[in-house]
């Protein structure tokens, strides 16, 4: 398995924890967090491969558009009531 993809679970994990202890209220609130987190992350690093912008990662992870996407979907996620 790529690095890469492998970093994506425990960055995540963390930003979706950080959120929760922001925002969250139940052990249901977390669960939803964590992985509202990683599917964002997952999707900006996507998307940052897609677009190929010519931005700093971490090693092949694009770090800056997944935690953009992750925390704008954390966002939607609360909006919606979660």
């Known amino acids: 398995m790529r690095p890469d ?22 052990f249901r609130d977390l669960a939803v967090c964590v992985v509202t987190a990683n599917v964002g992350l997952a999707l900006g690093h996507l998307a940052g491969q897609f677009f190929g912008l010519d931005v700093p990662t971490l090693g092949q992870l694009h ?20």
Do not use: Q
């Open 5 to 26: 993809l492998l970093l994506i679970v425990p960055i995540a994990s963390i930003y979706g924890a950080a959120f929760h202890l922001w925002r969250g209220r139940s």
């Open 63 to 82: 770090v800056l558009e997944g935690t953009l996407c992750s925390w704008g979907l954390l966002f939607v996620a609360t909006r919606l009531k979660l």
